[in-house]
RNA sequence: GUGGGCGUAGCUCAGUUGGUUAGAGCGCCUGGUUGUGGUCCAGGAGGUCGGGGGUUCGAAUCCCCUCGUUCACCCCA
């Protein structure tokens, strides 16, 4: 292959038609799903003061290592980072902005990390989500988490399953981790080297560890949900009997203790199970009740969930559900006298709402007529001198049975309904 | 960041132990008598074999570097 001269950049890509309106109609189904269920969007900045996202937790290598960060040219100039995930972001709107709770607001768009790219992992990715802020109602959970299944239930993935788990709260949770410490510093040489290191720098991180070695030690450690407080156990409780009732399947984990140092109470994963290889997670999320005052906010309490939209579409192709939608082209104007007439009547398809589309440069009929046929549109209008002279066009089904016939100029549009709205 | 696989036309891939003008299928373009696509037939365009360096009389085939991609770890969506 000849080498261009410029390329995407490392981990970043192009998404091209047809691949575009399937990620355009997958965001627009998420945006009338949230929008069913009360939530409002939220479009804010590409990039934000770096500080915004080391509140997300000095453990996270998501903020540590993967931060796509730079100075601007201010004097002095202000340090900015590329958003590795919106929900700092919505946080640090909200501690900006009080809304009044709660606020329950969606979002999409792309986010940047700094990471060695394989498949389903992209430097450049696009999420969508939720948050709700200033409700700790474990019925609020349950509404989240919901939303998350049955979005992906509307796609028609069948092989998604929801895992969930509690990481307590500032009282339980210390707790928990000086069990676990113990637990893992007594089996320490069974360990594997990285583990190992991991000890040292946050334990907990050693229980998503999909090393053989770890193995044994992680089966026996002890679990979160063994040392929750009677609130976080009863939140849990009831996050559960909510999902129970609506029907929700679900495994409880006690490994699942996810990526960012923010979470409290209820964790959850949703994991693609057509999926080969490690990036199998299609979605995942919790609640966090200190993030908001970490960033300069009142006390308010918080749940939401990001989903990896490439990743929903490996997993749509790989499931082979999800197609993608049809063209909007209904007609495909052949005109053979030179493209004057299809101008003309590509317009007054177009006034009608009436998609229409046309071939270029005077290629013959057959060369039309292919095009015509690879627009994907169902029907073609021919224009002839002869349909010309007599001020019709031949209207030509082209995934049917009906054939062809010759329509008044006047009536093309009238027709055109009547055959595509049957 | 660490380690392994791969990198030949737009796409999916063949290319024998290094040896003459690098191939196929699909796609694309043009035709198959004078206005008709989706089937069929015939032509055609399109590649300095990712890039750079080296070994050799000679390299897509061997070596080194580099870039990209992919898999695992890590992390996460």
């Not at 453990?59 to 590795?84: I, N, S, Y």
């Not at 994963?269 to 908001?292: C, I, P, T």
């Not at 066009?393 to 062809?404: C, F, K, M, S």
Request: glycine share 10%; proline share 6%.
């Amino acid at each position: 292959m000849a080498e261009p001269t410029f390329r995407a950049p490392k981990g970043t890509r192009d998404i091209l038609p047809p691949d575009s309106g399937r990620l355009r109609a997958l965001i627009d189904e998420f945006a009338a799903a949230a929008g069913l269920r009360g939530f409002g969007e939220v479009v804010s900045p590409m990039f934000e003061d770096l500080g915004v996202f080391k509140r997300l937790g000095e453990e996270t290598d998501v903020v540590t290592k993967e931060m796509f960060d730079f100075l601007d040219k201010g004097d002095p100039p202000q340090h900015l980072a590329l958003r590795p995930e919106l929900t700092a972001s919505i946080c640090r709107a909200y501690a900006e902005h009080r809304p009044v709770p709660p606020w329950k607001i969606w979002y999409e768009g792309p986010q940047f990390r700094y990471e060695q790219p394989q498949a389903g992992r992209y430097r450049q990715f696009t999420q969508v989500g939720v948050e709700v802020l200033g409700a700790d109602d474990p019925q609020v959970d349950v509404d989240v988490i919901s939303l998350g299944w049955d979005f992906y239930r509307t796609l028609g993935l069948r092989q998604v399953e929801l895992v969930i788990n509690s990481m307590g709260d500032a009282s339980c949770r210390p707790q928990y981790m000086a069990a676990l410490t113990d637990h893992l510093v007594g089996h320490r040489s069974d360990l594997s080297p990285q583990s190992q290191v991991t000890l040292d720098r946050n334990p907990l991180r050693i229980l998503d560890s999909k090393r053989d070695e770890d193995q044994a030690v992680i089966a026996a450690a002890p679990s979160m949900v063994d040392y929750l407080n009677e609130e976080c156990s009863v939140h849990f409780e009831e996050v559960r009997a909510g999902l129970d009732a609506l029907g929700i399947p679900y495994s409880m984990s006690p490994r699942l203790v996810r990526g960012f140092d923010y979470y409290t109470k209820t964790v959850f994963e949703f994991v693609g199970d057509a999926l080969g290889g490690s990036q199998n997670a299609v979605g995942g999320g919790g609640r966090y009740d200190r993030l908001v005052e970490d960033l300069g906010g009142p006390p308010t309490a918080g749940i939401g969930f990001a989903l990896g939209v490439d990743r929903i579409l490996l997993a749509c192709d790989a499931e082979g559900v999800f197609p993608g939608p049809a063209t909007a082209v209904s007609v495909f104007v052949v005109d053979v006298t030179g493209g004057g007439h299809a101008l003309d009547v590509c317009t007054r398809l177009r006034e009608a709402g009436i998609g229409a589309d046309r071939a270029y440069g005077g290629r013959s009929m057959k060369a039309q007529m292919k095009v015509a046929d690879r627009s994907g549109a169902p029907f073609a209008a021919i224009i002839g001198e002869d349909e010309v002279a007599a001020g019709e066009v031949t209207l030509r089904d082209l995934r049917g049975e009906a054939g062809q016939r010759r329509v008044a100029l006047d009536d093309l549009v009238r027709d055109v309904r009547a055959l595509t709205t049957n």
